[in-house]
Structure formats: C-alpha cells, structure tokens
C-alpha cells in the first residue's frame, strides 16, 4: 500500500490495485486508471482541452474525478452551488494535496478551490493495509464571509475503462422481498438508482456494482457502497462514446444545505474497490467491513443466537407469556431474548402507542423486572424494541407535542401504519429520543435494543431549521448521533438496525449499528435470493436471520430447510416455541448446537455462492476459514426432468490438505485438490430439499 505523487500524477497502490489520477493542464484532476496495477512511468495525463465539436464538449468528455456543474457541462455532476451573488456555477481548479499517515492508513487529499468564492472541496481517498476497498469523501469548506447554498454534494463520482457496456447489478426490492437482483447492462442514456423516501429503502440499494464478462469466478467488477442511511442517488450513465461514469452520494432532490462563513459539510463515505469477479468483491467487502466499518465493541464477536417474540406473539406480549416462551428459548440454547413490539404505552395494535415509551402496567403490572430477571436467571440477555422516530397521533407525546412530526400547517398529514415522523432536526425531539432508549435502559439491565423504523417521510416541514431542506441531511446524522451516544452510555449495548424489515441496509447504518434485520419475509425459499443479494456486499455476520413457524401462508418446509436457510446468516428464532412438540423443541436444540459450532465459519469464513436456482438445479453456499468448512445446499421441487442429481464443487479450501468430509451419516476423507476439482455428488428426492455438508481440515 502507498501513494505517490510524481508531477500532479497521483498513484494510489492498494493491495492489488491502482488507482490513478492526474492534474491535467485545466488544473482539474483527471480520472486515468482504477484496476490491475501498472509500472508507475505509464500514467500521465491524456486530456485534450479542444472541443470535436460544438454539440460536445471537451468537459462532456473528460474522465473527471469531481465533475461541478457550470459551463459546458452537460452531463451528471457530483457538484452544485448557488453563490452569494447568485451565481449558480462552480469552477473547481486544484490548489495543493495532501498525504498523511494516521493508524497505518495512508490518505490522499486534492485541495480545490473557486477561487472568486472563497470555497474550497477536498477530495479524500483512504487506503488501508491488505485491501484494495479504497474510501472516498469530498469535504466542502466556505471561507468566505457569506453563506454558500449546497443543492448537490457527491460522494465520488468514477470512470471505468471498457468502452463495452457494463453490466449494472442492483436490486428490485421491496417490503418482504429485499435485495432480488436485477442485471442491467447500461448501453446508453443514464441508470438511476435513489431513495427519496428518508431511509436507504427496501427498493433499490445506496451501492453500485458494474461488471464486464464477470462471474463468481473471474471478470472484471467495479463496485462501491455508500455510508449513509437516507436518501441517495446513484447515477450510472453510459455517452455516445461508450464511457461509463457513477456518480454516487446523497440525493440532491429536495435538498440544499447552507454553508454558512467558516461551516464545511462533509458527504458521506463511499467505499469502492476493483475485484476479479463476484465472490472475490463480496469477500473483499465482507473483510473490510469487519475490520473498518462495524462499530468495534463487537466487530469480531460472533452474533449471539437470539430468539425475537414477534412472530410469536406479535403485540400481544404479556410477562407470564413471554416468561414461558423465555424458558423454552433458554432450553433450546439461545443467548439473548428479544421482546418486540408491544410493551409499551397503549399499544395493543399498530393504532396507538408509538412515542409513550413507558411499560404498559397491564401488561407488565410489575414493570418489566420480573421478565427480565427471569431472562437473566435463564442465562440469556435481554433486548427491547423501540421506534424512536415515530410517533402515532393516538399517543401521549402527540397529545403534548403535535409539532414534533415533520409537518406543515395547510397540509393533512399523511399516515403509514398509522403513524408520523419526528422531526429529529430539533434539539429537544432528538434529546427526546436519546432519553425514552437511556432511561429504559439506565432503569433496567437490557443489553440489546432493536432499532425500528417503519414508514417513509411525508409533509417533511422542519420550519425550525433556517433551511428545512436539510432536514433530509440532518435526521440521518441525528439517527447516528443518537446510537453513538447511547453505545458511549452503555458500552456492551447491541443495536440491530430495522426498518420493517432490510429499508436501512448500508454501510452508514452498519458504522452505528452492530447488524440489521435482512426482511419481514422470513419464508426459507424467499429467504435464499434474499440472503444471496444481500451477501454480494454487505457483511454476512450482520444478516440476522429467523427460523419461524408462520411461512406467511406459503409453501409448507420441513425444520432441516428452514435451519439450513438460515444458519447461512446470524441464526435467530422467531417461533412460538410454547407451540412445539418435544421432538421439534429437540431438533431446535440440535441444529443450534451445530450453529454455535459452526458460526466462527459463516460469520467470519471467506464464502462463496456456488449455485443459485437461475442457473443451477439448486442453490449453494460455502463458507470456509482456516479450520473447516461448511456447505449447505437446498433445492425447490424435483421434477420428472431428473433434476434430482447434483454435483458441486468446492472452493478456497487447501489443496494439500486432507478434509473429512460428513453429512447424513456418511464421513469420508477427501484431499483439498478433488474436492475442489472433482467435487461432491449428490441425490435428492423430494420438494424443498436441503443438506448441510461439514468439512473438517484434518489436523
Ligand atoms: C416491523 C419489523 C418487524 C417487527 C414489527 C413490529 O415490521 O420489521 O420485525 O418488529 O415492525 O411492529
């Protein structure tokens, strides 16, 4: 790892990459390489600064770094300005760079200014060892002495090499049915990816992943993820000559944000990287995240197993009933129990309650201690749900503080589930929220809190900010501030990130919170594509995943399915154990035996999708580390069409080594080497079918 700089020439070596940028004689930097390294003497600048004709411009054409908008500039910009005197065009031109060395990671800055404004951008790049996932930011400062207007403040913007189309890949998501990926290949014109919603959405993700003749295997993959959990945009256009550009940061749709004299705004990080092929992306950013993004308290713990109630008992939790289902949680060897919505204020349904956030004595007629020292004598933790930035109109806190949703005066507010948002840009509504979480958690010994979120904005007036389009800004950073603040407080807190379901999966809610909760639909089938969007770039450890009993009416699948589903994530119980019989408690206690065996494997292993349902018969994952490895794989139905026979090879596993190799009741011993290139055949009879394959590194 290192950077460089030779004559405005700036070479950024990862691990096993470049990248490369160039001052060109416009004084703009200039995009000039991202992937494979070459010898440093080849880089320099290829700019020409003679437009080919009027209709294009040479600024149309550029491989710019940080495209501003103004002059001729015709095409998606990272950034735009209104200045004090009403001029609406930016003219960023370098003025100096700066590299630093702080905890073993190197950081370009490229200092550049409009110099008749006094406004300055800093583009920061951030390597780390052993990694090619490179970070990129730009910080905004006004050095003037009168306020600049923000309306579009970009991540990055970037260049790939192929004159071919890529091939886009993202998701086509929604509520109970997140992360199903979608290829697009972006032949011309612009592909946009956004939230305007105020979260990151179950839609479409805040990453962008463009590939050219790339399988799991090898290709060429460009990808990057945002840090931010609200409204971004992504914008991947293709020009008349072939040149693919991304533009990525927060959504510039109804936001502007005010730089007053000597303020800087700093876009959210976007952490980008060069691999060959998926799996290897998906590795990539599987590590990085452990190592640099997860808050460190539990970076590198395994998830504990938790059992969560509402599937169980959905709002009707009571002490004596979860008390019960605690006990059976324990015996089957969870770790933690979650009490989900329910216990609070008058919330007997979805109507009423949000915001009241005091034990409901009916329910819990001697608070919440009794369950909780009942939890604690069991040997498991005790987590709580909350949905601190919701309030229903049917609550006390609405009865008190009608003005603390987001509103406007002449407009009807418009419910979802019942339900308004609070305006988090306010002091006293963001202190709110911190106490109501503090206070119960102060009170009584929770460890663990899930963090709902279940509606999209609306009537997003804010008209205590001096420029209310920055509330779309200001909430995410308060949500943050909020989390940090209580993990500061409470130091072995856990936070799991939900917002009905994966709407708030990004690296920004995974910088503040310790995992998320993938999706409402915890259907096994459904759950396979699910998991498998969500492992191509977010970190397995963090994909909470639940064994339930309800199917949502769906497809019936026996206990092995829906463990083998879901052992492939954070296993997690959602049934109604009081339900069970013996026998189905045992299976439960068996298979989360396995897990626990297992889970340093899956958590933290290297992994690799090695079957998906569009191509294959079946669908397969391996996880593998330095001791074992673990494959599961499941089918749908068999048909007449001898679907019914499978073979598999393995990956990353040493070929010198010996493995045993056991499933069912058969072990054998294998070498490295055939495993991987002749691999494992299989039967399978039946609808729903489902293994899961230990293979043991001899010693
Ligand atoms: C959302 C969450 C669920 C559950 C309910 C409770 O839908 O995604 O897991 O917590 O809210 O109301």
């Given amino acids: 790892m290192k950077i460089i700089e030779n004559n405005g020439v700036f070479i950024l070596e990862t691990e096993n990459t470049h990248y490369c940028i160039a001052i060109n004689s416009e004084g703009t930097p200039e995009h000039l390489h991202w992937g494979r390294k070459c010898a440093d003497e080849d880089y320099r600048s290829v700019y020409k600064s003679h437009e080919r004709n009027s209709n294009h411009s040479a600024k149309d054409l550029g491989k710019t770094e940080y495209l501003p908008f103004g002059g001729t500039v015709y095409r998606p910009v990272a950034f735009k300005a209104t200045y004090p005197d009403r001029c609406r065009e930016a003219v960023l031109t370098y003025k100096d760079f700066n590299i630093s060395e702080v905890d073993g990671a190197f950081t370009l800055e490229l200092i550049l200014e409009d110099k008749p404004y006094k406004a300055e951008v800093s583009l920061f790049y951030k390597l780390r060892e052993n990694t090619d996932i490179i970070e990129r930011y730009a910080v905004i400062r006004n050095n003037s002495d009168r306020s600049i207007t923000l309306h579009k403040v970009a991540s990055g913007e970037f260049n790939l090499p192929s004159l071919r189309p890529y091939t886009s890949t993202n998701f086509n998501g929604s509520w109970g049915g997140e992360f199903r990926k979608v290829n697009s290949v972006v032949r011309n014109g612009a592909l946009t990816y956004e939230s305007t919603k105020g979260g990151s959405n179950h839609t479409v993700n805040p990453c962008f992943i463009l590939s050219e003749n790339a399988d799991e295997k090898k290709g060429d993959v460009f990808f990057g993820a945002l840090a931010w959990t609200g409204n971004f945009k992504t914008e991947i256009s293709r020009d008349f000559a072939g040149r693919t550009r991304v533009v990525i940061g927060i959504n510039d749709f109804d936001f502007s944000y005010t730089l007053h004299p000597g303020e800087e705004f700093t876009a959210p990080s976007v952490f980008c990287g060069y691999a060959n092929g998926f799996a290897e992306m998906s590795n990539a950013m599987n590590a990085f995240a452990i190592e640099y993004i997860l808050p460190k308290r539990y970076a590198k713990e395994p998830l504990p197993v938790l059992y969560n109630s509402w599937e169980a008992t959905g709002f009707n939790v009571t002490s004596a009933g979860q008390q019960k289902i605690a006990e059976l949680a324990a015996e089957i060897g969870c770790e933690l129990f979650v009490m989900d919505d329910g216990w609070f204020g008058s919330r007997l349904n979805d109507h009423a309650g949000l915001g009241d956030w005091n034990v409901n004595r009916f329910k819990f007629p001697r608070g919440l201690k009794p369950l909780i020292d009942k939890v604690k004598g069991l040997g498991m933790r005790f987590g709580l749900w909350f949905e601190p930035e919701m309030v229903n109109p049917n609550s006390n806190l609405f009865r008190a503080h009608p003005d603390w949703a987001y509103h406007y005066d002449t407009r009807k507010a418009s419910l979802l589930r019942h339900q308004l948002v609070l305006n988090l840009t306010r002091d006293d509504v963001k202190e709110f929220v911190f106490s109501c979480m503090d206070n119960m958690l102060c009170e009584y010994d929770i460890s663990y809190i899930k963090w709902d979120m279940n509606r999209a904005y609306s009537e997003t007036g804010a008209e205590n900010l001096e420029n209310p389009q920055e509330l779309w800004y200001r909430h995410v950073k308060a949500v943050y501030e909020i989390a940090d603040r209580l993990k500061a407080k409470h130091p072995d807190l856990q936070i799991e990130c939900c917002a009905s379901g994966g709407g708030r999966v990004d690296l920004g809610a995974l910088s503040h919170f310790d995992m998320v909760w993938t999706s409402d639909n915890t259907d096994p089938l459904d759950r396979l594509t699910i998991q498998q969007g969500f492992?191509?770039?977010?970190?397995?450890?963090?994909?909470?995943?639940?064994?339930?009993?309800?199917?949502?009416?769906?497809?019936?699948?026996?206990?092995?399915?829906?463990?083998?589903?879901?052992?492939?994530?954070?296993?997690?119980?959602?049934?109604?154990?009081?339900?069970?019989?013996?026998?189905?408690?045992?299976?439960?206690?068996?298979?989360?035996?396995?897990?626990?065996?297992?889970?340093?494997?899956?958590?933290?292993?290297?992994?690799?999708?090695?079957?998906?349902?569009?191509?294959?018969?079946?669908?397969?994952?391996?996880?593998?580390?330095?001791?074992?490895?673990?494959?599961?794989?499941?089918?749908?139905?068999?048909?007449?069409?001898?679907?019914?026979?499978?073979?598999?090879?393995?990956?990353?596993l040493d070929e010198n080594a010996k493995y045993t190799v056991s499933y069912d009741k058969t072990k054998e011993i294998y070498g490295g080497a055939y495993l991987m290139n002749v691999g494992l055949s299989f039967e399978t009879w039946g609808t729903l079918q489902s293994k899961i394959i230990r293979i043991i590194k001899n010693k």
């Fill in 535 to 652: 492992s191509l770039i977010y970190p397995i450890k963090c994909m909470r995943a639940w064994v339930t009993d309800t199917n949502r009416g769906s497809r019936p699948s026996d206990w092995d399915f829906r463990f083998n589903v879901t052992m492939q994530g954070s296993l997690s119980i959602g049934g109604d154990l009081t339900k069970y019989t013996k026998k189905e408690l045992k299976i439960h206690k068996d298979y989360i035996r396995l897990y626990k065996e297992i889970r340093n494997t899956v958590q933290f292993g290297r992994f690799y999708r090695l079957a998906n349902f569009e191509e294959d018969r079946l669908f397969a994952t391996q996880y593998v580390d330095d001791e074992q490895s673990v494959l599961f794989f499941c089918t749908k139905a068999n048909s007449f069409f001898n679907d019914n026979f499978h073979h598999i090879k393995l990956q990353g």
